[in-house]
């Protein structure tokens, strides 16, 4: 008998009990899960656009009243601007004195250290800014010019709000550890959204910025996305630890998929997590690693000691946790009483009936749940015949 079927069922059985929705979505293919994401990200944006001067050709944006501005959307992805497109594009961004929010989108644009080194040096000059968002993905920024960028912006004072997207680049594990240390310096940052995907920065680069973390004393939200960086075991653990003293935290986004962490890993970070008790919203990537059944209990029991979570994403995707794992982890998240939101994907494959069953009665104790979201993946194809 088919598996995810199995899982609807007892979940239909105990919808009488205390949860009101449920959402349940199985994936054959994984590409699938990034439709969601990018549908809510482009409505985000449209809500935006009225009120911000906008700009998608260079010369437009050099020919502009530069010291006028104030709040300031700069999207040039995919346009080969290169370095000397960087560097006319720096040299005015130099003059916005004025500005206090600036979104500037350069990704997939070939531009390297000199053209951070530039860009870097004109924001430190926008001493008002207060909102920016920086994508820089997919360019050739090393580790000079990762190190470059962030002592610069370590001038912008009154920065509260950062979203750095360096994903795709190759900044390696000093570039992270250097960037960190250099933003910690941004005292006014509550809100970080650092996102270093696909760098190579392995478990040293994971232990350095983690340990710059504990320094972002003001931070109450953070997203870090560390996914594809071969942290392993090492970083996944010295991460955590380092997390464990940002007690301020109260929504932690942290993506670390596809980094061959292992049961010890998953587990260590879990408890490590636990001490970070201000934390309201939890969202954990985990996909794409070597999570077992132990690694999917032991990361569950950790977590479970976050006594203020109400809102838990946890995604164990493309891990074989199997019955003894789901069952683990069941029983963990029955600990969970001020959960109101949770939203879990995980692999069916190896879960068997009882398995199914043992994890669905679990749930029945998170007391306060009121929205699940449960993600089935599974391998094999499926052959539905309704
Ligand atoms: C840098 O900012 C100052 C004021 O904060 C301004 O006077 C100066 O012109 C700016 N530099 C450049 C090169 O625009
Ligand atoms: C910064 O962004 C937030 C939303 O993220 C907005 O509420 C705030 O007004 C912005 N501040 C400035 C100075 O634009
Ligand atoms: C940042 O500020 C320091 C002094 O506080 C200055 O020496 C340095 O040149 C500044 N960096 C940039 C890129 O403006
Ligand atoms: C400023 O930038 C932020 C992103 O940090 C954005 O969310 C916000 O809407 C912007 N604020 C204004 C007033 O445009
Ligand atoms: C950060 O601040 C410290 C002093 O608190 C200073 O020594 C260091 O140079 C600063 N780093 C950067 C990158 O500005
Ligand atoms: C930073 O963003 C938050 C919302 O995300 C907003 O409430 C706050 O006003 C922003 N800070 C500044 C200085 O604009
Ligand atoms: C954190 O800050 C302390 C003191 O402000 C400093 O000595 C230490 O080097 C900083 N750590 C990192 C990793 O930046
Ligand atoms: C944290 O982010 C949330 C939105 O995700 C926002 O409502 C809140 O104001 C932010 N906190 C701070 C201190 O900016
Ligand atoms: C978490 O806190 C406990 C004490 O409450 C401590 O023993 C443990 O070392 C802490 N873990 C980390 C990773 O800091
Ligand atoms: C976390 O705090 C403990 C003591 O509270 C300290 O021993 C440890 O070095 C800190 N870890 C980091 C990464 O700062
Ligand atoms: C948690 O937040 C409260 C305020 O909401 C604060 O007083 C406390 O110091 C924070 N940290 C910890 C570890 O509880
Ligand atoms: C955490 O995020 C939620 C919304 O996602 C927001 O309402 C809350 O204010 C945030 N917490 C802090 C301390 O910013």
């Not at 992805?77 to 979104?103: M, P, V, W």
């Not at 933003?183 to 340990?211: K, P, V």
């Not at 010890?264 to 408890?271: C, F, K």
């Not at 494959?349 to 104790?365: K, P, Q, T, Y």
């Amino acid at each position: 008998m088919n598996i995810i079927l199995t899982f609807l069922r007892f979940l239909l059985q105990k919808v009488n009990l205390q949860i009101d929705i449920i959402y349940l979505f199985f994936f054959i293919d994984l590409q699938l899960i990034q439709f969601p994401y990018i549908a809510i990200q482009n409505q985000k944006k449209k809500q935006m656009i009225q009120q911000i001067k906008k700009y998608n050709i260079l010369e437009e944006f050099l020919n502009s009243s530069l010291q006028s501005h104030q709040i300031l959307d700069i999207y040039l992805g995919y346009n080969r601007i290169g370095k000397e497109g960087a560097f006319f594009l720096s040299t005015a961004l130099k003059s916005c004195t004025n500005l206090q929010n600036l979104t500037l989108d350069l990704y997939f644009n070939e531009i390297g250290e000199q053209s951070a080194l530039d860009l870097g040096s004109a924001l430190a000059n926008c001493t008002n800014l207060s909102n920016l968002t920086l994508y820089l993905r997919s360019n050739r920024i090393s580790k000079e010019g990762a190190l470059g960028l962030g002592s610069a912006l370590a001038n912008c004072t009154n920065l509260s709000n950062l979203t750095l997207n360096l994903d795709s680049n190759q900044i390696g594990a000093q570039g992270a550890s250097g960037l960190g240390t250099a933003l910690a310096n941004c005292t006014n940052l509550s809100n970080l959204i650092l996102s270093l995907e696909s760098n190579q920065i392995g478990a040293e680069g994971a232990l350095g910025l983690g340990m710059a973390l504990v320094n972002f004393t003001n931070l109450s939200n953070l997203t870090l996305n560390l996914g594809s960086n071969k942290i392993g075991q090492e970083g996944a653990l010295g991460l955590g630890s380092a997390l464990a003293n940002c007690t301020n935290l109260s929504n932690l986004t942290l993506n670390l998929s596809f980094n061959e962490i292992d049961d010890q890993g998953a587990s260590g970070l879990g408890s490590a997590l636990a001490n970070c008790t201000n934390l309201t919203n939890l969202t954990l990537d985990l996909q794409e690693n070597k999570i077992w059944e132990e690694g999917a209990s032991g990361l569950g029991y950790g977590l479970a000691n976050c006594i203020n979570l109400s809102n838990l994403t946890l995604n164990l995707g493309s891990n074989i946790i199997g019955k003894e794992g789901a069952i683990g982890l069941g029983s963990a998240l029955a600990n969970y009483t001020n959960l109101s939101n949770l939203t879990l994907t995980i692999e069916s494959d190896g879960i068997d009936e009882e398995g199914a069953l043992s994890f669905v009665s679990a749930l029945a104790n998170c007391t306060n749940l009121s929205n699940l979201t449960l993600s089935l993946q599974q391998k094999q194809f499926l052959c539905l015949t309704l």
